[in-house]
Nanobody
């Protein structure tokens, strides 16, 4: 029903910046809370950031506060994750997800690899 496609991942030097995009199919993008998650090798998938339906409220895990910014453009059916001052610990596969209800992410993208070198 809803397809999510991430882009913008790649290799970046520690301290640099990267911008991830997640394009959603369908015409009901504004009905979903959108989130970013990441999973590093050998680690459990963790929540990174989320933004509510209107874009007025955002949420971040402590490790990325002040460095990452989530935003959305409902007219373009796209959510972004601006990653600044990246660290090697940020290396992971990043996925976007859509939730119709609080905490219930029903749709997931395929993921994009982010590798931070030092």
């Amino acid at each position: 029903q809803v397809q999510l496609v991430e882009s913008g991942g790649g290799l970046v030097q520690a301290g640099g910046s990267l911008r991830l995009s997640c394009a959603a199919s369908g015409r009901a993008f504004g009905s979903y809370t959108m989130g970013w998650f990441r999973q590093a090798p050998g680690k459990e998938r963790e929540f990174v950031a989320a933004i509510n339906k209107s874009g007025r409220n955002t949420y971040y895990t402590d490790s990325v506060k002040g460095r990452f910014t989530i935003s959305r453009d409902n007219a373009k059916n796209t959510v972004y994750l601006q990653m600044n001052r990246v660290k090697p610990e940020d290396t992971a596969v990043y996925c976007c997800a859509a939730a119709a209800r609080m905490g219930q992410y029903d749709y997931w993208g395929q993921g994009t690899q982010v590798t931070v070198s030092s």
